[in-house]
């Protein structure tokens, strides 16, 4: 069992969105495993409590040890949790084999008991995410796709507007405190994306 957890800043940090991947286990001797899907859950927990935190819901949506924690995220007014499942699981055979998945799962906390909304359909292999302060737009790094997907947050709709290539594969991204730059993890080539400016933009500089 994987936990990946994603706690909003400080002043809002009385929820926490939990991906719990039941298709990667470990035997006795530490070696790794694949097993059929179909157990994986998603959790909405209460931490208002922090001696006994409290589930709120669990939803039945495959989810990944692929990508954590930073595919796992809560928007500022905590309105919103975003879920980016990274992998597919896909029969080898006999055997299983994760495969790159393409879906951003959006959840209302709003409602009672939190309810999943939507999901949205990004780049291949979804791995990290970021959204930005103002809390109305949000960045996903696709390692396969080779890109970063953007999209807007208006209320409760999370929507995609733009898909900005990156030549290598890109693994995590996050959004400077103003909102006006991005950097991009391209971990295979070691080198660091900077997205500049006005969001949605090519990246304009690297290092």
């Not at 001696?51 to 949506?61: M, N, Q, R, T, Y």
């Not at 995410?129 to 949000?138: E, S, T, V």
């Amino acid at each position: 069992v994987a936990l990946l957890a994603a706690v909003p800043p400080a002043a809002y940090a009385d929820l926490m969105v939990v991906g719990n991947d039941q298709k990667v286990v470990f035997d006795a001797e530490g070696n790794r495993k694949f097993v059929a899907p179909g157990k994986d859950t998603i959790s909405i927990v209460d931490i208002s409590n922090r001696e006994a935190p409290k589930i709120l819901v669990s939803f039945p949506l495959m989810t990944s040890i692929f990508g954590p924690p930073t595919n796992l995220a809560i928007t500022p007014d905590e309105r919103l949790a975003i879920v980016a499942n990274s992998v597919n699981w896909v029969q080898d055979g006999a055997a299983w084999k994760p495969a790159p998945d393409t879906k951003l799962y959006v959840f209302n906390l709003k409602s009672s008991p939190p309810s999943h909304i939507a999901t949205v359909e990004v780049g291949k292999q979804p791995s990290g995410l970021a959204i930005n302060r103002a809390g109305d737009l949000a960045l996903v790094a696709n390692r396969n796709d080779k890109s970063v997907s953007v999209l807007s947050i208006q209320g409760n709709e999370v929507k995609l507007i733009d898909t900005v290539p990156m030549g290598d594969e890109v693994a995590s991204v996050a959004i400077t405190p103003d909102g006006k730059r991005a950097l991009a993890t391209k971990f295979p080539a070691h080198k660091i994306a900077l997205l500049e400016n006005q969001l949605p933009r090519r990246p304009q500089a690297e290092a």
